[in-house]
């Protein structure tokens, strides 16, 4: 069966501070990858996705970037964080060939002092 | 421009009553959609989709109706029960990644 892992479950990280959020798929292959953000009072927001090796889409503007160095790993990075990135954070996966269901990691709750 | 809304930031309801989230959509072009549900400090887990050729799609106490012409889905949970209680969120995609809404908080009071 399939598994995505995420890591920290928690991090508290001064503002100008770097960033990198690791998940991880099992059990399966070519999985499209997820990052989402959800912010207090709002919803969830795709930060960015990838169908493949080194293929990362961005759909909003802002200081993080992702990267996909191997088939089933997925990374989100900063620079230097803002005080704005704070935020539950969740990696996600799909079946290659469909975005329609995705299968979400714990979550990352990233606090930016 | 929120293309999918939930304008119901939260609802309460009795345990044993039934409980209708409601979900909103602008883009025509949706085809597919779904509800996740959430707790606190999880990830989201998907709970039940419906394709738009259908306009009802049941499972056991959860069923969904799409109203295509409204562009307007739903979410019935009967009866309600306290393990109910959680984040829901509305979903859909044109073959695209998931658009999500904001969710709708429901509480299940027993």
């Known amino acids: 069966s399939q598994t995505i892992h995420q890591w920290p479950a928690t991090l508290v990280q001064p503002v100008g501070s770097p960033l990198s959020l690791e998940c991880t798929v099992e059990?399966?292959?070519?999985?499209?990858l997820y990052w989402y953000r959800q912010a207090a009072g709002r919803g969830l927001q795709l930060l960015f996705y990838?169908?493949?090796?080194?293929?990362i889409s961005s759909e909003v503007p802002q200081n993080l970037s992702a990267s996909r160095p191997q088939d089933r790993q997925f990374i989100l990075s900063s620079k230097k964080l803002l005080l704005s990135d704070s935020g539950f954070y969740l990696c996600?996966?799909?079946?290659?060939?469909?975005?329609?269901?995705?299968?979400f990691g714990s979550g990352t709750q990233l606090s930016v002092l | 421009d929120q293309q999918v809304k939930q304008n119901s930031p939260s609802l309460s309801v009795q345990e044993g009553r039934i409980s209708i989230l409601n979900c909103d959509y602008t883009?025509?072009?949706?085809?597919?959609f779904l509800w996740y549900k959430k707790y606190p400090a999880e990830g989201p887990t998907f709970l039940i989709s419906i394709s738009s050729i259908k306009d009802k799609n049941e499972d056991g106490r959860f069923t969904v109706f799409l109203n295509k012409s409204a562009k307007h889905l739903s979410l019935h949970i009967v009866p309600s029960q306290p393990g109910d209680s959680a984040v829901y969120f509305c979903?859909?995609?044109?073959?695209?990644?998931?658009?999500f809404g904001k969710g709708t908080r429901l509480s299940v009071i027993a």
């Open positions: 883009n025509s072009m949706f085809d597919y």
């Open positions: 059990g399966t292959s070519n999985p499209n």
């Open positions: 996600a996966w799909s079946p290659i060939g469909t975005e329609e269901k995705l299968f």
């Open positions: 990838s169908v493949g090796i080194g293929q």
């Open positions: 979903a859909a995609s044109e073959n695209t990644p998931l658009v």
